[in-house]
């Protein structure tokens, strides 16, 4: 997993030892079924409204009232990142729907002022500790280790905020984006 294409690797630029630079440009990444949702209506938290039915008749199927709860946008400072994240967009899809679909990944070019709300993931801490979370880490460690660096030494308990993003390439805006902001990366 995550054969990440060479126009998306971008840690080499982006890493040293302190973790991933940060700059006005953020990634996400996403399923190719969702660009023209996403060019015609943005980023919307909790966006996979297709996956989010699919998840909803299954509980329904079996007895269990689903509850959706609204995520914020997830963005990353790394191409290489969000290709991750695309692709496990994917996997999840393609459990419930079919189709077929490729990971994709977004550029969010956000004003000065809308930039500044972007805010480290610290709630990925409950993501790393399932086996999600331990793949990631593992990707993670890879890119590092690529680079001449070591893996992200960080207790996911005791971590200050900022590492979050620093060292693990998380963050998150808490409210729609408009597709005004966003641009689809090619080769």
Known sequence: M???PDFLKDAKNLLSELGFASSKVWYHGTSSALVDSIKAQGLKRSGDKALKEA????MA??????????EPVFLTQSKELAFYWA?????NRSVRI?????????????PEDLNAKVKPDVGAASLLLLKEGEEFMAYLANIYEQNGLGA?????MKAERMEYLNKLGMAYYDAD???????LINA
């Open 87 to 91: 692709e496990q967009t994917v996997r």
């Open 2 to 4: 995550a054969n990440t």
């Open 61 to 70: 199927t079996i007895g269990n009232d689903y509850t959706e709860s609204v």
């Open 152 to 156: 992200p030494d960080i207790d996911l």
């Open 177 to 183: 984006i408009d597709s005004a902001y966003l641009s």
């Open 55 to 58: 998840a909803k008749k299954t």
């Open 98 to 110: 079919e189709g077929s679909e490729h990971p994709v990944v977004l550029a969010v070019e956000l």
